[in-house]
């Protein structure tokens, strides 16, 4: 059962994936996510199905639109097959429970934002105004279907603290983070704090963690000056998907190594 449900994520993170690149294209540009349909940039050609297969297509193509010739970038390619590889480990963690569907919306919202900060500097209103109600209704049906509406406190209350410590670290440092982030940390803590508020802090702390240490390298090998902007997202994203895959073996580790376990 546990293959099938993993190798059953994998199949919908690819199809997921070549979703996500049409919203990651269209979102920031203000465009629909649902018409027209996909076409080539430089000549304007509608890409037919045989020529939309996830990861697939991009190989058998060569990386060149099939009627201009025109380059197409890898970041499609790469998307579509880590939204399978992310998606086959929320599935391996979360199994066939009530909960997979709210932590598969979960680690696509985050690889989305991720992308689209790296690329824009921003993380749209589009994406996490309507997505995270939508996170919280998924995850609150699932405490309620399995019995434990305790999860569906800590969810709340994840969420909450999540929108309220990265607010406040924004008003007193307003060039460190966007409310783009503070919305988003909100997000990440309802997905969290399903699980417990100790994923929260985790996840938090260690997208800060890594953005921090990934600033300092860039700044010490001067690809960026102090003034230029680092996105924090993807730091921030990273830190929520590793806390939901491998959150529990490390607060035990971490309860341990202080004798608080």
């Known amino acids: ?98 909960s997979l569907p709210g932590f598969l919306l979960f680690a696509w919202t985050l690889v989305v934002v991720a992308v689209i900060d790296a690329e824009t500097r921003k993380i749209p209103n589009r994406l996490t105004y309507p997505l995270t109600p939508a996170l919280l209704v998924l995850l609150v049906a699932a405490a309620v279907l399995a019995g434990n509406s305790g999860q569906a406190v800590t969810a709340v209350i994840g969420g909450v603290a999540g929108f309220v410590g990265l607010l406040v670290l924004a008003l007193i440092q307003p060039r460190g983070m966007g409310m783009g982030d503070v919305k988003l940390a909100g997000f990440i803590g309802i997905g969290l704090g399903y699980l417990s508020l100790g994923h929260v802090l985790l996840g938090l702390f260690g997208g800060f963690l890594l ?4 600033a300092i390298l860039v700044l010490a090998t001067g690809r960026r000056g102090r003034r230029d902007q680092i996105p924090f997202c993807p730091y921030l994203a990273a830190g929520g998907i590793v806390a939901l895959l491998v959150g529990e073996p490390l607060i035990r580790a971490y309860l341990r190594a202080t004798g608080l376990a």
């Not at 953005?211 to 990934?214: D, L, M, S």
């Open 1 to 98: 059962m546990e293959a099938l449900v993993v190798s059953g994520c994998a199949l919908l993170g690819l199809l997921f994936g070549s979703f996500a690149n049409v919203v990651i294209h269209r979102v920031p540009a203000g465009e629909s996510v649902s018409h027209p349909r996909s076409a080539c940039p430089g000549c304007g050609t509608p890409i037919a199905p045989r020529d939309n297969i996830p990861v697939l297509s991009w190989l058998l193509l060569r990386a060149k639109c099939r009627h201009c010739g025109q380059p197409i970038s890898a970041r499609y390619p790469l998307v579509e097959a880590g939204m399978a590889g992310i998606f086959a480990l929320v599935g391996w963690r979360v199994g066939l429970d009530w």
């Open 211 to 214: 953005g921090g240490v990934v």
